[in-house]
């Protein structure tokens, strides 16, 4: 798979970030033929993955460092965003949906990510940060309408 473009951004954990790095990937995701439901969808995630490194990764201590690389490659975006937080015990129970380690958190970030992406990964260590990579494929009818165009 060769890529065709990519990012790497690095910021601080503060909550006002996780609207920039919405931004940021969508106008990256812009460059394939997404639809604009599917970058909504993509901005979502983001959100909800630089939510989680924020709030539970650093504890809302906005010294934090989140990274987000992204990549095009054959009609698919790969975003990996990563922190040097706390990591996670236990990946499979972070997983399920209504889990939190926090008691007035929903817990449904993880399940938004899975529904917005294709797919979602997750690597973490207690004490050495999570990495959340997720990717996204352009719909058939954004290739179809790309070619109908042409």
């Given at each position: 798979?060769?890529?065709?473009?990519?990012?790497?951004?690095?910021?601080?954990?503060?909550?006002?970030?996780?609207?920039?790095?919405?931004?940021?990937?969508?106008?990256?995701?812009?460059?394939?033929?997404?639809?604009?439901?599917?970058?909504?969808?993509?901005?979502?995630?983001?959100?909800?993955?630089?939510?989680?490194?924020?709030?539970?990764?650093?504890?809302?201590?906005?010294?934090?460092?989140?990274?987000?690389?992204?990549?095009?490659?054959?009609?698919?975006?790969?975003?990996?965003?990563?922190?040097?937080?706390?990591?996670?015990?236990?990946?499979?129970?972070?997983?399920?949906?209504?889990?939190?380690?926090?008691?007035?958190r929903l817990g449904l970030g993880f399940s938004f990510m899975q529904s917005?992406?294709?797919?979602?990964?997750?690597?973490?260590?207690?004490?050495?940060?999570?990495?959340?990579?997720?990717?996204?494929?352009?719909?058939?009818?954004?290739?179809?309408?790309?070619?109908?165009?042409?």
């Amino acid at each position: 798979m060769a890529t065709t473009n990519n990012f790497k951004l690095e910021f601080k954990s503060k909550p006002e970030n996780v609207g920039f790095a919405r931004v940021v990937v969508a106008a990256f995701a812009t460059q394939i033929d997404f639809t604009l439901s599917e970058v909504e969808d993509i901005k979502g995630a983001i959100s909800e993955a630089v939510t989680n490194a924020v709030i539970h990764g650093y504890g809302n201590n906005p010294d934090g460092l989140i990274t987000i690389r992204g990549a095009i490659y054959d009609g698919v975006l790969e975003v990996v965003v990563e922190d040097q937080g706390v990591g996670i015990d236990s990946i499979a129970q972070a997983l399920q949906p209504g889990f939190s380690t926090i008691p007035d958190r929903l817990g449904l970030g993880f399940s938004f990510m899975q529904s917005f992406m294709d797919t979602i990964e997750v690597r973490s260590q207690p004490g050495r940060g999570t990495r959340v990579i997720m990717t996204k494929k352009v719909s058939r009818r954004a290739d179809h309408a790309q070619q109908s165009l042409s």
